[in-house]
């Protein structure tokens, strides 16, 4: 991916301070972009720094998410936005500032509000790609969102799979709302592969997955293959393309269903767009 524009492409990756959104910070810093980066880490960026800005931004107080893009929006315009920070779900029940299931709210309704945004503030001449990282385990989710409180009900993997699948609706939602060739939304889904996604699990756990680690896909090796996504004019919007550049299905929705869904969330995020 090469750019045609110069320095005056931005980019913003959500969760760019270690592994896929690190990896693919480090890409189009090369590729002479500036790059924007949500991140709970400091990283060293030697030779890139007048061009790579952290944003220190809590995706689990919505406020804060809406006032930190709302700024950068002011002085900058994206031409690419890469949903990719996320976590697994906790292993137990655990709310939001704004009082939501903790995984939803993180990996899928914070990006919702951050895309509404940044999409409301571009005219209808600046072309925009926005990318959103699933997981195979989309595949297995029905949709229960995290929007009322089920406490008794809450199971971890269902958590973090409902979210995927959330974020793999994404760029439907997102194209058939704005329905403008201006804007071209897509999801991605790396499949099994080594990141820093365990924050919030218990120490056992962490022991474990840094013990696999190191026999798992390179984060290095998804990032360029997303990249390729990116750059091919082939690449369809709405669809959701894996590590293969293959298409995968989408499970199949009640069209009814997939609207309330759609219109709650709407109704989530609404006072913060304002």
Avoid at 18 to 23: C, D, F, I, K, V
Avoid at 83 to 95: D, Q, R, V
Avoid at 235 to 260: C, H, L, W
Wanted: glycine share 6%; with cysteine; aromatic share 12%.
């Amino acid at each position: 991916m090469v750019n045609s524009r110069g320095k005056d492409q931005n980019i913003l990756i959500t969760g760019g301070t270690s592994g896929l959104g690190l990896e693919l910070v480090r890409f189009f810093l090369k590729q002479g972009y500036n790059v924007f980066a949500t991140g709970r880490q400091k990283v060293s960026l030697i030779g890139f720094e007048s061009r790579f800005t952290l944003l220190n931004i809590d995706f689990s107080d919505l406020k804060e998410v809406s006032t930190g893009v709302k700024t950068i929006c002011t002085n900058h315009s994206f031409s690419l936005v890469i949903n990719n920070a996320g976590i697994l779900s906790p292993p137990s029940y655990t709310e939001t500032a704004d009082g939501y299931e903790y995984t939803f709210q993180v990996n899928f309704l914070a990006h919702l509000l951050i895309n509404e945004i940044i999409v409301n503030s571009i005219n209808n001449r600046h072309k925009i790609k926005i990318v959103t990282i699933t997981s195979p385990v989309y595949r297995f989710a029905s949709l229960h969102p995290g929007i009322e409180k089920n406490e008794k009900n809450y199971r971890p993997m269902r958590s973090y799979s409902t979210s995927k699948l959330c974020l793999a609706m994404m760029p439907d939602l997102l194209s058939t709302r704005y329905n403008d060739a201006a804007l071209m939304c897509f999801s991605f889904d790396p499949g099994t592969f080594s990141s820093g996604i365990y924050r919030m699990q218990k120490r056992w756990f962490r022991a474990l997955y840094r013990v696999a680690a190191p026999f798992m896909r390179s984060s290095a090796g998804v990032a360029k293959v997303l990249a390729e996504l990116i750059s091919e004019d082939e690449t369809v919007s709405g669809r959701i393309y894996d590590r293969s550049k293959n298409i995968r299905t989408f499970p199949e929705m009640d069209t009814s269903q997939k609207a309330a869904f759609t219109e709650s969330c709407y109704a989530l995020i609404d006072r913060f767009l304002k």
